[in-house]
C-alpha cells in the first residue's frame, strides 16, 4: 500500500494537474504507470538542455480526488495528481513565480517526454516555499 506525501512530508502538495500519458506511439512509455512514479518535470516552452529538469513528483488521484494507495494497479493514462516539489530553495527561487493555474509543462524520463499535464490547483504552494528543510 502507498503511503501518501503529506503524512510522510508533513505538508500539503504544491500543487494539482490533469495529465494525459503518451502512448507509446506518441513517444511514451511502453510499461503501465503506478503510484509513486519519478519521473521529472519540464514547462512547455523550456529547453530542456538549457533549462535543465526539475524534481517535481506525481502522486495520482482517483476518480474522486483521492490520493490513489493501491500502488500495485496500473494508474489510468488521464487523470488528476498532486505535485511535490522535492528541493525547498527550487519551490522558492523558481516555482514560486512560475507555478500558476493553466501552465502547462510535462513530465520527464530523461529528455522523452512521457505526459503532458496542466496546473489545475494551487494547493500549499506558497505556504510550502516558507518551509526550511
Known sequence: M????E???????????????????????KNPVFQGLR???SYAGDDVQKD??????PE???KNGEVIMDNTIPVSGKGTARMW??????R???????IKVGVRGFFMEGPRKIASIEV????????NAHLIK
Open 52 to 57: 535543465g529538469l526539475f524534481a517535481i513528483h
Open 39 to 41: 519521473c521529472d518535470f
Open 85 to 90: 516539489i522535492l528541493f525547498p530553495e527550487m
Open 60 to 62: 495520482f488521484e482517483d
Open 120 to 127: 489545475i490547483e494551487l494547493v500549499g504552494l506558497r505556504e
Open 7 to 29: 503524512t510522510i512530508r508533513k505538508h500539503p502538495a504544491d500543487f494539482r494537474i490533469t495529465y494525459t500519458f503518451f502512448t507509446e506511439a506518441e513517444g511514451g512509455r
Open 2 to 5: 502507498w503511503i501518501p506525501y
Open 92 to 98: 522558492r527561487e523558481v516555482h514560486l513565480e512560475r
